[in-house]
């Protein structure tokens, strides 16, 4: 079975830095883009950053300059540096994948979140 899992979440002083990751494992033959997003208490979920197969990135506004999103094809594995955190950065963060099991189509896989408290 395909999953995502996502790792590193915690809580962190406003100004500090957090590293996020997620692995893809199960019954793979490909990954195609991969993504985070974030959901606060209240709100509905929005992108913070994608990178396809290629490395080609975007980044939501509220996030340029701080994070970075990176993946190592390898180990089926995406990464969110966040740097400079601040209070408004609290949410569920979760990544998702285009992946293509083995034998099976293309179709987007999310994984069940990991949580990031900003606190002052």
């Known amino acids: 079975q395909v999953q995502l899992v996502e790792s590193g979440g915690g809580l962190v002083q406003p100004g500090g830095s957090l590293i996020l990751s997620c692995a893809a494992s199960?019954?793979?033959?490909?990954?195609?883009?991969m993504g985070w997003y974030r959901q606060a208490p209240g709100k509905e979920r929005n992108l913070v950053a994608t990178?396809?197969?290629?490395?080609?990135?975007n980044y939501a506004d509220s996030v340029k300059g701080r994070f970075t999103i990176s993946r190592d094809n390898a180990k089926n594995t995406v990464y969110l540096q966040m740097h400079n955190l601040k209070p408004e950065d609290t949410a569920v963060y979760s990544c998702?994948?285009?992946?293509?099991?083995?034998?099976?189509?293309?179709?987007?896989?999310w994984g069940q979140g990991t949580q990031v408290t900003v606190s002052s």
């Open positions: 199960g019954s793979i033959s490909s990954i195609n883009a």
């Open positions: 998702n994948a285009m992946i293509r099991p083995k034998n099976l189509y293309e179709r987007l896989y």
């Open positions: 990178i396809t197969r290629g490395s080609t990135t």
